[in-house]
């Protein structure tokens, strides 16, 4: 007999996190891990890092709107994690988020806001820069010259 076990996220220790050396490196602030958690969901516990000094918020993803809402219960109360939403998404194949802290930058394409706004540091906000320079140094190159 199969037994189906229903999808139920629980907080891990965040060392237990399959992206934790990853968030780890690219965090401006990695005390801030001092108080992460992992929200495990399918056997994959992900990190859920709070807000703090330069990170002003977080965001995780879920393909089912269940398994965001149980995750902001899981998250609700917990220091670092203030003014918890849901994010549905109104598409199919779009994921949920449930994001913590302020309002992330609304332009969803400027990669240094949104890098400073999650606490990276310098070097990845730099990073997050470049492939912007790059294109418009490569769309320069390729424009006809000015005739005056």
């Known amino acids: 007999m199969t037994v189906i076990r229903p999808l139920i996220p629980r907080l891990v220790p965040a060392r237990l996190a399959y992206d934790f050396e990853y968030i780890a490196s690219r965090l401006a602030d990695p005390s801030l891990l001092d108080h992460a958690v992992a929200v495990c969901v399918h056997r994959a516990p992900l990190l859920a890092v709070p807000v703090g000094g330069a990170r002003r918020g977080g965001y995780m993803s879920f393909d089912l709107l269940i398994l965001a809402a149980k995750t902001r ?35 969803d394409y400027d990669d240094v806001a949104r890098s400073g706004f999650y606490g990276y540091s310098q070097a990845v906000v730099r990073e997050a820069g470049q492939p912007a320079r790059l294109a418009a140094a490569a769309d320069r190159s390729h424009r006809p010259p000015v005739l005056t």
């Open 73 to 107: 219960g899981l998250l609700e109360g917990l220091p670092g994690f203030p003014n918890l939403r849901v994010r549905p998404s109104p598409y199919r194949d779009t994921c949920h988020v449930v994001e913590w802290g302020g309002q992330p930058p609304a332009c």
